[in-house]
């Protein structure tokens, strides 16, 4: 049974998240830029019958509150350290798609020994930089000039042709929503945060990401962090959406080390 809960996150901001189950081991899910808790019901439905899973609405996000002076990552890794504050939970492992990603990676090094295993969905592509054009910056400035028709571009270019035309309906219309501030705001803190290589390297535990193929990314770097790399069959960037059998069944294989 799925219980919807809230937390008043580090600055005071109301986290909303959906917690399935009460066994110890947890599978936390954190969305990506724009996104909300709902794009992780495939994983949810599959992994609850076995963990408890939690799947959060990150600030100004979703069902959550809004009000936050600034969206950086640490600020997000505050919102997912608060909800496993106020569970209890002692041994987690921590899910993050494409921002998500960056989230997690600050949220382990708060929490500690507390986080067993960290996976990421199309994610931990430039942990070092982002060398060709400083895309997160560049896309700040785009979105903050120019702010309906950069949205939109943006979250289309997330897809391919071959994605189904339901998934990016739907998915698209709910990032289109968030408010802007929101939205160049989490953007903003993207482009600001710290490389993040050196901090993915130094967190011991079982470290993943499934990505798209055929989507760019430095898959040297993410290996010399300690990140096993994986590969789903599409190139769309909502890998857990468009391709959930193959994501999951990789989440299964680092849950099963991890736990």
């Avoid at 901001?13 to 009460?22: H, L």
């Avoid at 996104?35 to 076995?50: A, E, G, I, K, L």
């Avoid at 950086?72 to 504050?85: G, I, K, Q, R, W």
């Avoid at 189904?164 to 939205?183: D, F, T």
């Amino acid at each position: 049974m799925t219980k919807t809960r809230s937390v008043t996150s580090s600055d005071d901001v109301s986290i909303v998240y959906d917690m399935c189950g009460d066994e110890p081991n947890a599978v936390v899910f954190v969305h990506g830029w724009t996104c909300n808790r709902y794009h992780w019901r495939d994983q949810v439905q599959t992994f609850s019958n076995r963990y408890r899973t939690i799947a959060i609405d990150l600030a100004g996000h979703g069902e959550s509150g809004l009000g936050r002076l600034k969206y950086t990552m640490p600020a997000f890794a505050d919102d997912v350290v608060a909800v496993l504050d106020q569970e209890e939970i002692s041994r987690a492992v921590l899910v993050g798609h494409s921002m998500g990603g960056m989230v997690i990676l600050h949220a382990a090094r708060i929490l500690g020994q507390r986080v067993v295993g960290l996976v990421g969905a199309d994610t931990f592509k430039y942990l070092r930089d982002d060398p060709p054009t400083g895309k997160q910056a560049e896309q700040a400035r785009y979105i903050a000039s120019d702010y309906e028709t950069a949205i939109k571009r943006i979250v289309l270019n997330m897809f391919t042709v071959e994605s189904p035309e339901a998934l990016k309906k739907s998915i698209s219309s709910g990032m289109i929503s968030v408010p802007r501030e929101v939205a160049i705001g989490a953007m903003q803190g993207m482009a600001e945060d710290e490389p993040l290589h050196d901090l993915a390297a130094a967190l011991k535990m079982p470290k993943m990401t499934i990505n798209a193929i055929g989507r760019p990314m430095d898959r040297e770097v993410a290996e010399s962090a300690g990140v096993e790399v994986r590969f789903v069959t599409t190139g769309g960037h909502f890998v857990m959406n468009e391709d959930p059998e193959t994501f999951n069944r990789h989440l299964a294989e680092l849950l099963e080390r991890a736990f």
